[in-house]
């Protein structure tokens, strides 16, 4: 290609001009340009498509999607936790905020032992489905601390692929370190990561959790209720916190929800149990 004479330092001027305008960068790749309004069903468009020709180039076949507080630690960080606590209230004995502490403090020294029993869950799963080159039963999370990160952990114990969905939010969320890093995703829309905690899934797994959790766990028993999701295991891990938190007779006393739609989850206080149910239920699928 010829070079083109610039002629006098104007013209030259001009070029420049031209070829530094925002006009001149091909549109898909100027990032100020897509961050438009009238470009939003391009993004969604966009992000969802990137995750799905991901998982697909990585064979994942079927996910279980995990999801429980964010705020959960791992027992030792809980214990310590609880220490430093209940030190802090022996400087302050008269002050009541310090003694809340101590009182919050021991719940969740006590919701600890989910952060174990979500570990295992994924060691288990991942240990029995992610053989022979097989992606089935791919751990999912929401990417982020607590519940989340010891799914992820569980699956990396084994050497297994496990998927974190994180979400940008006005305070950074930082991936947990145990996801497979090709399987990291960060979604701008809520939408769309909805969207993806179930196209593969074959179940869910809901730990205690706040309203995240809630949000999840109840636009997923939606879906199956309606029939726009169909073959998706709901277990709920720890029986006395979801009856203590959701009376469910109190919703088929009122005429709210039928007394069939308490078939639509199942309770399990262990791994090996909320493993066995999704296995029972997907018996088919696991013999092949």
């Given amino acids: ?70 705020r959960v630690q791992e027992p030792v960080a809980a214990e310590l936790a609880l220490l430093t606590a209940e030190r802090a209230a022996a400087e302050h004995p008269n002050d009541p905020v310090f003694q809340c502490h101590v009182a919050v403090a021991k719940r969740q020294q006590e919701l600890s032992k ?22 089935d039963y791919v751990i999912v999370t929401g990417g982020g601390p607590g519940i989340m990160e010891a799914a992820n952990r569980g699956a990396a114990d084994v050497q297994a692929k496990s998927i974190g969905l994180n979400i940008t939010l006005p305070h950074e969320q930082h991936p947990n370190p145990y996801i ?39 636009e997923t028993l939606t879906l199956i209720q309606t029939g726009k999701v169909t073959e998706v295991s709901v277990v709920l891990v720890g029986r006395a916190f979801w009856e203590r938190l959701i009376n469910w007779e109190f919703l088929v006393e009122q005429g709210l929800i039928g007394p069939q739609d308490l078939g639509l989850f199942h309770y399990a206080e262990t791994a090996q149990e909320a493993w066995d149910l999704i296995a029972r239920n997907h018996a088919v699928r696991l013999k092949q």
């Fill in 1 to 70: 290609m010829p070079i083109m004479d610039m002629g006098s330092p104007e013209d030259r001027a001009f070029f420049d001009a031209i070829v530094a305008s925002s006009s001149y960068i091909p549109a898909d790749r100027d990032t100020e340009f897509m961050q438009r309004e009238e470009l939003r069903p391009l993004r969604l468009g966009l992000e969802l498509l990137k995750p799905e020709l991901i998982q697909k180039e990585h064979g994942i076949q079927s996910t279980i999607v995990v999801f429980g507080s964010a």
């Fill in 180 to 218: 497979t890093p090709e399987l990291c995703f960060q979604f701008r829309y809520f939408a769309l990561r909805k969207m993806h905690f179930l196209i593969r899934a074959k179940a869910l797994v809901a730990f205690p959790g706040g309203f995240g959790t809630l949000d999840e766990l109840f």
């Fill in 114 to 135: 989910y952060y174990a029993v979500a570990r295992e869950f994924a060691r288990l799963v991942s240990s029995s489905c992610q053989i022979d080159g097989r992606c």
